[in-house]
């Protein structure tokens, strides 16, 4: 078993992986962050390690744009596996409303919306580049839906007021 001093390396080995500027080294990191958010005793060091930082590293991860370097598909895998761990992070254990909280406060409704938003890869583009796009989607949109299960992020997402004219007043005269 390895002892706290350990644990701590491990996850400030982590934070520095997912911030660094090689795409091999932080493809590495959210891989192995999805190997260990499984376990309760994971996500809450995932959550709590260097207040936050951690979490906040991997967020940046997910909304990262792999059309900026040279081997597009091991870069576009890491937004892929950073929603993907967010996702899990969001909806399960103890910590998922925390998680959350600071998902909400780091605009990632905005975040998964444009993802969601993003064109369709062109015909050009490989098929594992394309699956990996519908991936970012899939996985966006389900951020979306935990997100939104709090008041929080559905207030986020569709504001708290009404549009001037939801329904055309000729259309209102037309019925009557």
Known sequence: MASG???SQLYQDLQGFLMSDR???????????L???HQEVHRHKLFEFDNGLLLQALIRNA???E?????????ASIPA????ALVYLSSHGTTANQCIDVLLDSNMIARALEIVLSPVPSAKVTAPLQELWRSKVNYAMAL???LTRMEQGAVDMVGRTLPEE???SADLSADA
């Open 166 to 168: 939801a329904v055309s």
């Open 35 to 37: 190997q260990i958010q």
């Open 81 to 84: 596996n950073a929603l993907q």
């Open 63 to 65: 909304s990262y744009d």
């Open 5 to 7: 001093n350990d644990d």
């Open 67 to 75: 059309e900026s370097t040279s081997s597009p598909l091991e870069a």
């Open 144 to 146: 979306i839906a935990n």
């Open 23 to 33: 795409v091999d080294v932080r493809k590495a990191a959210t891989e192995a962050i």
